[in-house]
């Protein structure tokens, strides 16, 4: 596949960045500085909620949204509620009793900051108000209501026991284990993959597409999801401590169940390659509109932290 | 106060017994067990799930439903989903990170059973399907969808961090120190009515009740809601150790900020008898229909675990 041009580049990063901007600016609103005594909880919040994300979810449920010709802005809440719901699991992923990581994007984790229990509600926190976040109905068409219980529902599924929190536990049974590679793609399907695919449907299902868009955008987001893990885990291996702001070889030294560890870094590689060619292909029925999404998959790859 | 006389016991017992096996079987239904690499997930989910809980807050929601002349059918997976939150934040709560608790109910404790990492994910699993409970919507009508979206954001509020969430915040931040009544007040509206209020709440509303309706048990269930968490701080300290499946007096150990502890045990159960009576006086306009309602509210002072 041929790298990202430097105009493509351009193009992504402003493309990401102006996205970035209304995400940001929706969470600040719904994450207002809370008063009383329970005020640590908003802070702790937002402090990983601002901790630096790329908002990879929340943009790729606006891009789909729009690829299927809705409005980006409609689907802003559905799409803050996923950045909620991925800040929720690296919280939760960082705590001692899970990966006990001290860094994330090169800042202290929330255990260290806020201790162990305020991290753990500050995950329980985010979680929650993700589903508030996504209830909010104000804006939204009356028509348009049964669809966002169906998008809510497929976010749940994505994100529960059969979905990321699946993944997590499989990830925790697995470690220091020798596993064979249904469970290390189980693991990585259900971790990563899952929410990243949902954050691609819910676009594509609140921007009004057809049962075929977003069949196709579901496995558009299923390939990327899994390219996306594999790519975490090609990284913790070679990517730059710095770059990355945390520390890497961490899955090696805990035995983590990975692509690159079962299969090795070239074939790991060729088969992430696979997968972000496939997906592109996919989006050919949506023509030029579908440039930011091929973009971001292409962008898996080449990605540094 | 009056106490429950024999017979309005037995009506009692009967009428949450029977309730209880619908609420158990829809949840049984939903927590099927899992095959695969996270199979322990769902077993963990269920361990809790099934440890014994009285299904106050589902009970709550179908009684609410029904007098306002709903089907407490319909309201049932809401009903469930307060149950999975419920659940979770205990799972949660006696945490190490927490309040550190090896038995629960009479029964070791999650973290106890399953190791942390994986308690910590059966309350997350927990949270989020009673999300994907919720917002199944193949049994409603179409005209009650954007209802049911906000019992949804009721339950989210009443459960997020400007809920539940933060009551436990507040009760973590104040442990072993000297507050003042608000404070006091705060935590217990937020750790423990928030919900209950909601259940109330969720079931007015899904049962079709009137604003006016809505709003009068809103206001029954913050009430239960508060004399329930001062029951349940008076049974910490008068309560039998053996009917109550825990360790008892660990609020004062622990420096706990509760109703008795601040104001003694005297005026505690003055507040709670007073609270119950109002809750009581608001069913009024309910007549004979709010029976099950005004048996649960006296229940709260008599019961012994």
Redesign the interface.
Same mark, same amino acid.
């Given at each position: 596949m041929r790298s990202l041009s430097e105009e493509q580049k351009t193009r992504l990063r402003d493309y990401l960045s102006e996205r970035k901007t209304l995400v940001d600016s929706r969470l600040r609103e719904h994450f207002s500085p /809370?008063e =009383? #005594? %329970?005020a640590?909880?908003?802070r702790a /919040?937002t402090y990983s909620l601002f901790a630096g994300g790329k908002r990879l979810r929340p943009v790729l449920c606006m891009a789909s949204a729009s690829v299927v010709g809705g409005r980006e802005e409609d689907v802003l809440p559905v799409a803050c509620a996923l950045e909620c719901i991925h800040t &929720?699991s690296l919280i !939760?992923d960082d705590?001692p +009793?899970?990966d006990d990581d001290d860094l994330r994007r090169g800042k202290p984790t929330s255990h260290k900051v806020f201790?162990? +229990?305020?991290a753990?509600?500050a =995950?329980?926190?985010l979680?929650?108000?993700a589903?508030?976040l /996504?209830?909010?109905?104000s804006l939204l068409e009356?028509r348009s $209501? #049964?669809v966002?219980?169906?998008v809510?529902?497929t976010i %749940?599924?994505a %994100?529960?026991?059969?979905g990321m929190? =699946?993944?997590? $536990? +499989?990830d $925790?049974?697995?470690e220091g284990k020798v596993v064979d590679f249904p $469970?290390v793609e &189980?693991?990585h399907h !259900?971790k990563t993959g899952a929410l990243i695919r949902a954050s691609v449907l819910a676009g594509a299902l609140l921007g009004g597409g057809s049962r075929q868009q977003v069949d196709v955008l579901g496995r558009y987001g299923e390939k990327i999801g899994l390219a996306f893990q594999i790519s975490d885990d090609i990284l913790d291996i070679e990517g730059d401590k710095k770059a990355m702001g945390k520390a890497t070889g961490s899955d090696d030294r805990k035995g983590k169940a990975t692509y690159p560890a079962l299969l090795g870094l070239a074939q790991a590689k060729d088969i992430q390659a696979k997968l972000v060619e496939e997906a592109v292909d996919l989006l050919e029925q949506f023509g030029d509109r579908a440039e930011p999404l091929r973009l971001i998959a292409r962008y898996i790859i080449e990605r540094k932290k």
């Open positions: /809370m =009383g #005594p %329970a640590l909880i908003s /919040m &929720y !939760h705590l +009793a899970m201790g162990e +229990a305020i753990l509600l =995950g329980d926190g979680l929650t108000e589903f508030r /996504m209830s909010d109905i009356r $209501v #049964p966002l219980l169906e809510i529902r %749940a599924e %994100a529960g026991s059969r929190v =699946g993944g997590q $536990v +499989a $925790v049974l697995c $469970v &189980y693991i !259900h």
